[in-house]
């Protein structure tokens, strides 16, 4: 597939790739970026595509993108979730806006302890929020 060729395929199937990565990250600028990832992955990878079949390819191509983004999303996000707030509040040297964003983290977390139902409310604020053992 020559440049030509390759300019003409981005220029046809640019919206359909944007529209595949926007349904599946439910983001716009994470869809853009998905868009050009998908592209330059396509790019580098245009000697495996059938003229037949580029539509399908590019679609393929994007999808396992959005994919590789929703699960690298999740784990960042379970990985955040998993303690890292605390660690970040026990750290004394913290600069101001990341002292600030743990606040609002511990804050957050303060916020769903209390939506709980008795009698897990009591027994949350008192092992997590006040630390008491669990004896």
């Known amino acids: 597939m020559t440049t030509q060729q390759f300019d003409a395929l981005v220029r046809q199937y640019e919206k359909l790739v944007f529209t595949v990565c926007y349904q599946m990250v439910k983001d716009y600028q994470e869809a853009q970026n998905l868009t050009q990832e998908t592209f330059l992955s396509a790019y580098l990878h245009r000697e495996s ?10 679609v393929r191509i994007a999808t396992n993108k959005a994919k590789d983004y929703l699960k690298s999303a999740y784990a960042r996000r379970v990985e955040a979730d ?5 660690e970040l509040l026990a750290d004394p040297a913290l600069l101001p806006e990341e002292d ?16 709980l139902k008795e009698p897990y409310s009591q027994v949350s604020v008192l092992f997590f929020l006040q630390e008491k053992s669990v004896e």
Not at 82 to 86: E, T
Not at 100 to 115: D, T
């Open 100 to 115: 600030a964003l743990s606040r609002e983290g511990m804050e957050a977390i303060s916020r769903h302890i209390y939506s």
């Open 49 to 58: 595509c059938r003229p037949d079949s580029a539509k399908a390819w590019l």
């Open 82 to 86: 998993g303690g890292q707030a605390a």
